[in-house]
């Protein structure tokens, strides 16, 4: 063996070198097992911890003090079909009848050649036919009239014209139903425009995704942004909001190249509003004056994620944390870690504290707001209390690994995380604006850019009216259809017309 002499700093040296090396090859091994775990495991952050005893049944699940069960017969039994029936159909749905009945020349007895008369009949089956989107040209006429008595009398004729209704879009072909049905293919079934054409060609109709999308943009101009303008009033007079933002690529921005990240910031009332309300809004970048402009006025509770934008927004405005993030940075170190080790550590630990909170809020689900206020006290209080003051000991001894990451970031956020126990109104999870985003964030998967800002704000509106029509149980295409067809015959600049074309009011029409 070979001695080699060096001096004291550079052992201290070396020392740190090979630290810093270890917790990088530790960091890049948990890397490895989350980037596999999110390819191939399930998405889901429950854990069945019966599954961590695996490794150790025998030892975990022996007990010598439990007395061995007698063997006893029971009787064969059957299981009773389920009557519930995830198959439903609308009752008003038109019924079309098929009739088998024998020929004139058939209806004779094949024993004494008599004549046969009805006696019953008998439902032996029905079906659901669909019957695929037909198109129609829709002519609109209108009828002059004149009186046949002032024709031969008078020295003038009085001519009266029919008026006729607005249309959608000045001098184009495309009828309110057609702009709504191209628009709830893209935004809400997430269709791109360059299939939608494909469709149309096949059924001899050439219609460009150009105009298509030239359509879009302007309905959202005319008669969708006003529309969308007042739904923000309505929002900002409210007590408690969500908020949450993605990511979207804009090909042709000013200063920007076209990899470049453009944000779609999302804002929602909470689950206890009598009129839920969803707005998108887009931006070109993620800065912290964005939702600052956007939220101009309002005074309240907002639920937001940890980005650090949101805590600069007015004293008016008391941010409430997520604690799915938080659960989530523990759940995402579980995934990191070697199996085997999982049970009894730390990370577990803090996951389960997580999801006793997340039980106790599901205790809680059906009380009122005051009392849900008042238990929260009893039972949520103290248990947050322990939880923080066992992540400041775990801070101490906690390695630069994805659990003390979690620690940390759960202590950093301490101050919002606790604003859930202010009001009994307030969630313990930003879910809601998360499930709100989700079908922007799936239909950017279809279409992928937006080619202009122009464009990719006429998304944001068009985005908004649907997902508040969804919110409200309304059919988005009926709902756009309604809005097409009474929007270019309104004053948009008068409340009471506009008033109209929203959604509670149309919901309150339509029942």
Request: proline share 4%; glycine share 4%; net charge positive.
């Amino acid at each position: 063996m070979k001695t080699v002499t060096i001096s004291a700093k550079e052992y201290e040296t070396l020392k740190t070198e090979n630290n810093r090396l270890s917790q990088q090859n530790e960091w890049l091994i948990e890397q490895v097992r989350l980037a596999k775990h999110k390819q191939f495991g399930a998405s889901s952050e429950r854990m069945d911890t019966s599954q961590l005893h695996l490794f150790n049944e025998i030892e975990t699940e022996s007990n010598p003090n439990s007395v061995e069960p007698e063997l006893i017969e029971i009787e064969r039994h059957s299981r009773k079909k389920s009557k519930e029936h995830k198959d439903k159909f609308p009752t008003d749905l038109p019924v079309e009848v098929i009739e088998y009945t024998l020929d004139a020349d058939e209806q004779s007895c094949p024993k004494c050649n008599g004549k046969l008369h009805v006696m019953g009949k008998e439902v032996k089956r029905r079906e659901l036919k669909i019957i695929p989107a037909k198109a129609v040209i829709i002519e609109h006429v209108s009828y002059t009239y004149s009186c046949r008595c002032c024709e031969k009398n008078a020295v003038s004729v009085p001519i009266v014209k029919v008026p006729i209704s607005k249309p959608v879009i000045k001098g184009s072909f495309a009828a309110p139903e057609t702009i709504a049905h191209i628009l709830t293919q893209k935004y809400v079934m997430g269709v791109p425009l360059y299939r939608q054409e494909q469709e149309w060609n096949r059924q001899g109709i050439e219609i460009s995704r150009q105009t298509m999308a030239n359509w879009a943009v302007k309905v959202a101009e005319d008669w969708l942004e006003p529309i969308y303008n007042e739904l923000h009033k309505q929002l900002l007079a409210h007590d408690v909001l969500h908020a949450d933002e993605t990511t979207v690529q804009v090909l042709h921005e000013s200063g920007k190249t076209a990899q470049s990240k453009s944000y779609m910031w999302l804002y929602r009332t909470s689950g206890y509003s009598q009129t839920p309300i969803v707005l998108y809004d887009y931006k070109p970048d993620r800065k912290s004056d964005r939702p600052m402009t956007f939220l101009k006025g309002f005074k309240g509770y907002l639920h937001a994620d940890g980005y650090a934008g949101y805590h600069k927004l007015s004293p008016d405005i008391t941010i409430v944390g997520c604690w799915a993030h938080a659960r989530r940075k523990f759940d995402e170190a579980l995934k990191s870690m070697n199996p085997k080790e999982v049970l009894g550590s730390s990370t577990l630990a803090g996951k389960n504290y997580c999801d006793k909170l997340f039980s106790i809020e599901k205790q809680l689900s059906s009380l009122s707001f005051e009392e849900r206020y008042s238990k929260r006290q009893e039972l949520a209080r103290s248990f947050l209390d322990e939880f923080f003051v066992w992540l400041q000991t775990q801070r101490k001894t906690a390695a630069n690994n994805s659990f003390g990451r979690a620690v940390s970031y759960t202590l950093d956020q301490q101050k919002y995380l606790e604003h859930y126990l202010l009001d009994g109104r307030l969630e313990i999870s930003n879910n809601r604006a998360e499930r709100s985003i989700k079908p922007f964030v799936i239909g950017r998967k279809n279409w992928l850019f937006s080619n202009t800002p122009k464009g990719a704000k006429a998304s944001a509106i068009i985005y908004s009216i649907v997902e508040t029509a969804k919110e409200n149980s309304l059919n988005p295409y009926d709902y756009l259809t309604h809005i097409f067809k009474q929007a270019p015959n309104l004053n948009l600049h008068n409340l009471e017309h506009l008033n109209i074309l929203m959604p509670h009011h149309f919901k309150n029409t339509a029942r």
